[in-house]
């Protein structure tokens, strides 16, 4: 079935730099989202986006986050400054529509020392 | 306000018996459901979904699920379950078309014995 990409599979960072996660959708689908999962804990939706705009995101996604998808490339998550608390998989998704079902990345491991 | 209920936090099955996993949500509009299934470390993988129709819809690896209005349930069902089938579950709700919102229940943890 279609794929959703993910790198880096692992990132390692000190608290306080800047992280980019890189997302490689579904190539014709138009909605991109991002969830946060705690290690054996509830996937937590994030943000999606659209055409270009965040159309929804949630209390967890803080303003130290942004999302971009530049050119029809990598739909990015930049976190800047990371926190302790940002430790988590962060999972990728597409869809070809809003509403449909969504395709997801493997994740990314962020650990924040 | 929309929301998915998964009241079971760990279900335990032999292997070979049946399961039914519980999902309840609530919608205020058309409600587009699904069931995803994440196996450790891994993203999460689509068994099924339900747009309208038919209330039973059949998704892979023998699973399927019945859509019910009246009790607001969407309920996972498997007639003879595998070891390999052991994982996390999630029921998804999502807002319908040009929807936006997607919400996940809290997942079930399943895992079959010998």
């Known amino acids: 079935g279609p794929k959703v990409l993910q790198i880096p599979s692992h990132q390692i960072i000190d608290m306080g730099q800047m992280v980019t996660l890189n997302c490689d959708p579904v190539?014709?689908?138009?909605?991109f989202y991002w969830y946060k999962q705690i290690l054996g804990q509830q996937m937590e939706f994030l943000v999606n986006f659209y055409n270009g705009k965040v159309m929804e995101k949630s209390k967890l996604f803080k303003d130290q986050f942004s999302v971009e998808r530049p050119d029809g490339s990598y739909f990015t998550l930049k976190i800047q400054p990371t926190a302790l608390e940002d430790s988590a998989v962060y999972f990728c998704?597409?869809?070809?529509?809003?509403?449909?079902?969504?395709?997801f990345g493997p994740g990314t491991r962020l650990t924040v020392l | 306000a929309q929301s998915v209920t998964q009241p079971d936090a760990r279900v335990t099955v032999s292997e070979g018996a049946s399961l039914q996993l519980r999902c309840k949500y609530s919608s205020s509009g058309t409600p587009y459901l699904f069931w995803y299934v994440q196996y450790p470390r891994q993203g999460l993988q689509l068994l099924l979904k339900?747009?309208?129709?038919?209330?039973v819809v059949q998704g892979v690896n023998g699973f399927e699920a019945e859509f019910s209005k009246s009790n607001s349930s969407f309920h996972l069902r498997k007639a003879s379950v595998h070891w390999s089938d052991s994982a996390v579950y999630f029921c998804?709700?999502?807002?319908?078309?040009?929807?936006?919102?997607?919400?996940f229940g809290s997942g079930t943890r399943l895992l079959v014995s010998p």
């Open positions: 998704a597409s869809s070809l529509w809003g509403g449909a079902e969504q395709y």
């Open positions: 998804v709700l999502s807002a319908g078309t040009g929807g936006y919102k997607v919400v």
């Open positions: 190539s014709n689908h138009l909605y």
């Open positions: 339900y747009y309208s129709g038919d209330p």
